[in-house]
C-alpha cells in the first residue's frame, strides 16, 4: 500500500500471549468474545498510510499490504507502545495522592489516575502510600493483529470529506473543486465550534499534503430562520391515537372534566376545540 492512501481497515486486537482481546472493529468479534461495547457503533478504522497515527509496526506493515486479503502478524513490545519501564512506577502518600487529583472520592485500584498532565493506572494502597503506574497500558505487551483493507479511498471527493470526516469526527461536509482548487461548504456545527479556527489549519495542511490542492475555500452558509406555522388546534388532530392517560392530560390542561370513558374524553375536547374557534 503507498504511502498517503486513505484506507479503511477491519482489525482485531490481541494481547499475543494470552490470547485476550484487546480491541476490536468488527461487532462480530467483539461479542464472539463477550466483549460488545452497548450503543457502540463498530465500523473500519479510516487512517492515513505512512502518517504516523498508528504504532510503528503495524505503520511498516501497512506499507506491504494489499485490499481485500486478510493479515494475521505479531508486534514486538519495541514496534508497539515500548518496554515496561520501571521508573515510569512512582509512590507517593495518600494526602499527596489526594491533593493532585480533581475528585478523591472516584480513586480506586486499578483505576485510572491523572496527575500533571499524565495518565497511569492506580496500582495499590500500602502503608498510606499509593503506587500508580505511569507506564502505557501495553507496554511490555507483544501484540497481534488480524486485519484487512476493506476500501482504498480514490475518489478526489470521497478522499477530502473522508479527510474532513476523520479529522473532525463529524460530518455533513460539502466540497466541490475547481481545478486544483477546492472549495468546502461547512454544516452548521461549526458555527458553534470554538476550536474550529485551530482545527481548520491543520485540515488545509492534511488536504494539501493528501489530496493535493492548491487554494482552499470555507464557505459558511447561515440561512433565515423558518417559523413553522402553529398547529391548527387539535381538530387536525387524531385525537383517538391518543391513550386515555394523555387524554385526561389534555382535558385537565383546559380546565374540562376528567371523568367518563376515552369516547367521553374526545368529546369533550373536540367540542371545546370548536368553541374556541
Known amino acids: 500500500m503507498e504511502s498517503g492512501s486513505i484506507v479503511?481497515?477491519?482489525?482485531?486486537l490481541y494481547n499475543a500471549d494470552t490470547e485476550d482481546l484487546i480491541e476490536t472493529t468488527r461487532q462480530n468479534v467483539a461479542e464472539e468474545h463477550e466483549k460488545a461495547e452497548p450503543g457502540r457503533t463498530y465500523s473500519p478504522l479510516v487512517t492515513v498510510v505512512g502518517d504516523g497515527r498508528l504504532i510503528a509496526g503495524f505503520e511498516a506493515h501497512l506499507l506491504e499490504a494489499e485490499?481485500?486479503?486478510?493479515?494475521k502478524f505479531d508486534i514486538p513490545p519495541a514496534e508497539a507502545y515500548g518496554e515496561r519501564d520501571p521508573s515510569a512506577i512512582e509512590v507517593m502518600s495518600l494526602?499527596?495522592?489526594?491533593?493532585?487529583?480533581?475528585?478523591?472520592?472516584?480513586?480506586?485500584?486499578?483505576g485510572m489516575v491523572e496527575i500533571g498532565g499524565r495518565t497511569g493506572i492506580l496500582k495499590s494502597f500500602r502503608s498510606g502510600r499509593a503506587s500508580i503506574d505511569f507506564n502505557h497500558a501495553l507496554a511490555g505487551v507483544t501484540l497481534r493483529y488480524q486485519y484487512r483493507i476493506t476500501k482504498v479511498v480514490s475518489d478526489r471527493a470521497e478522499k477530502v470529506t473522508t479527510l474532513l470526516e476523520t479529522n473532525t469526527g463529524r460530518d455533513g461536509f460539502e466540497c466541490s473543486f475547481e481545478g486544483d482548487d477546492l472549495t468546502i461548504t461547512l454544516p452548521e456545527f461549526v458555527s458553534y465550534d470554538q476550536n474550529?479556527?485551530?482545527t481548520k489549519f491543520g485540515l488545509i495542511?492534511?488536504?494539501r499534503d493528501h489530496v493535493g490542492v492548491e487554494t482552499i475555500i470555507f464557505r459558511e452558509v447561515h440561512e433565515p430562520m423558518k417559523v413553522e406555522e402553529e398547529d391548527q388546534g387539535t381538530n387536525d388532530e387524531d385525537l383517538s391515537s391518543l391513550s386515555v392517560a394523555d387524554l385526561k392530560e389534555?382535558?385537565?390542561?383546559?380546565?374540562l372534566p376528567v371523568g367518563g370513558k376515552k369516547?367521553?374524553?374526545?368529546?369533550?375536547l373536540s367540542a371545546s376545540d370548536s368553541e374556541e374557534e
Open 67 to 71: 485490499g481485500d486479503k486478510d493479515y
Open 8 to 12: 479503511h481497515i477491519d482489525y482485531d
Open 196 to 198: 474550529w479556527a485551530y
Open 250 to 255: 389534555r382535558c385537565k390542561a383546559a380546565g
Open 263 to 268: 369516547a367521553d374524553l374526545i368529546e369533550r
Open 205 to 207: 495542511r492534511t488536504l
Open 95 to 110: 494526602q499527596q495522592l489526594s491533593r493532585a487529583v480533581s475528585d478523591p472520592e472516584s480513586l480506586q485500584i486499578g
